[in-house]
């Protein structure tokens, strides 16, 4: 599965933002659960938000509930991350990833697309 991500950019704390998350190959990613995560700089990787194959079941890592917001497109083969109230710690290169079951599991996402910066300045 090839992710592609895309929708970052140079925004301003408070602001909002929506990235993209298209699966570039011919095999679906209806039937997987999505998820984002991101990397600050000397930072590791963490979970942001998951989201099931059916878009029924929903996850936020703490610091951004209420905040962002992450949908799917089964009929576009896509996943959205809406993100608003951007805050400079937000700041990293968000990747989206494909997970091996329909469900989240947050140990087993397995396909990843390369990631996209977003910089929120304060």
């Known amino acids: 599965v090839q992710l592609q991500a895309s929708g970052g950019g140079v925004v301003q704390a408070g602001d909002s933002l929506r990235l993209s998350c298209a699966a570039r190959?011919?095999?679906?990613?209806?039937?997987?659960?999505m998820g984002w995560f991101r990397q600050a700089p000397g930072k590791e990787r963490e979970f942001v938000a998951g989201?099931?194959?059916?878009?029924?079941?929903?996850e936020y890592v703490d610091s951004v509930k209420g905040r962002f917001t992450i949908s799917r497109d089964r009929s576009e083969n896509t996943v959205y991350l809406q993100m608003t109230s951007l805050k400079p710690e937000d700041t990293a290169i968000y990747y989206c990833?494909?997970?091996?079951?329909?469900?989240?599991?947050?140990?087993?996402?397995?396909?990843w697309g390369q990631g996209t910066q977003v910089t929120v300045s304060s």
């Open positions: 989201i099931s194959w059916n878009g029924g079941s929903t």
């Open positions: 190959s011919r095999r679906t990613i209806s039937n997987n659960a």
């Open positions: 990833a494909a997970n091996r079951y329909a469900v989240i599991n947050r140990a087993a996402y397995n396909y």
